[in-house]
């Protein structure tokens, strides 16, 4: 049986608060302390802004109800500015509290997503074509961009077959394990690729997902020779895709297009062979329109 600590004078050390609680994962994408703190010596950098933003994008993750002492172990922001930080947004009507004390966030901030969606030429003119091509397929679609070392959907298609919330418009997942990823990585110069393969952390989502950068870089190679990217139950269990960047008519390479397929998986010949010609299409198509 495990007991607990017990100091000399006979009382248990304080608990913590925040691990009394359902335990709470840090997304790797959230704003991390660290990150906020290799600007904090310019001095045209806000500190307290950047504080907010990192609490607001942990109350973003997949877990939406969380405390100050969640919030502050996400982010490792000190509790006593994350209580500030959330107060504020609670003003401002951005977030609110339940009868448990838990921040959730409110409607209002989909303002922010809703102001680049609807300035982004890409995300608006792939919906159309995303739509024909779902149910030409009779699977899901979605469009996705590189942002940083991550993947962010921009758009995805109205299919009627079941897919994951996580991978809904606005979600971000890290570029190496997801075909949208590998066929961007695929396109980088030389130099930014190496970069990105030196500090690349990549962490077991599934019992297949890929793990070594030597695995990784021969994967990205791939992609480049036959021009797509295909994994397998890399993110999810029983979920395979297959992408095709998405060129504008000048060449540069702005996004990537995939087909989702969530049930028994697929191999990369028969993903290739069913779904290959039609995302190249639609790719060319929404290539044409981006001047």
Same mark, same amino acid.
């Given at each position: ?10 009382? &248990? ?7 009394? #609680? %359902? ?24 500190? @307290?802004?950047?504080?907010?933003? &990192? ?39 951005? %977030? %609110?509290?339940?009868? @448990? ?9 989909? &303002? ?81 690729? #190496? %970069? ?21 870089? #021969? ?47 697929? &191999? ?24």
């Amino acid at each position: 049986m495990t007991r607990r600590a017990v100091k000399k004078d006979g009382h &248990s050390p304080a608990r913590d608060p925040a691990r009394d #609680e %359902a335990p709470v994962h840090a997304d790797p994408n959230t704003l991390s302390l660290a990150a906020i703190e290799e600007f904090s010596e310019d001095p045209n950098f806000v500190t @307290s802004l950047a504080r907010g933003l &990192s609490v607001l994008l942990a109350l973003s993750d997949k877990r939406r109800h969380l405390s100050i002492a969640q919030v502050s172990y996400c982010t490792g922001i000190p509790r006593a500015a994350v209580r500030r930080s959330l107060l504020t947004l609670s003003m401002l009507g951005f %977030a %609110a509290t339940d009868d @448990s004390n838990h921040f959730y966030l409110r409607p209002r901030v989909l &303002s922010f997503g809703h102001g680049y969606l609807s300035a982004s030429p890409i995300a608006v003119l792939s919906q159309p074509i995303l739509d024909r091509l779902s149910e030409t397929i009779d699977q899901a679609c979605s469009l996705a961009v590189m942002d940083g070392d991550d993947i962010v959907y921009l758009a995805r298609s109205t299919s009627s077959r079941i897919m994951s919330p996580l991978l809904g418009v606005g979600r971000r997942q890290s570029a190496y394990c997801t075909s949208s990823g590998q066929v961007l990585l695929a396109q980088l110069p030389p130099t930014r690729l #190496e %970069a990105y393969l030196a500090r690349v952390r990549m962490i077991p989502l599934t019992p297949y997902t890929i793990g070594s950068v030597q695995e990784l870089r #021969e994967q990205i190679e791939r992609a480049r020779e036959v021009g797509y990217a295909f994994v397998s139950q890399q993110t999810l269990l029983n979920l395979c895709s297959l992408a095709v960047p998405v060129c504008d008519i000048r060449g540069d390479y702005v996004g990537g297009i995939n087909v989702i397929r969530h049930g028994k998986p697929l &191999s990369r010949h028969e993903m290739a062979a069913r779904y290959l010609e039609p995302l190249q299409a639609a790719a060319r198509e929404l290539g044409t329109l981006l001047v």
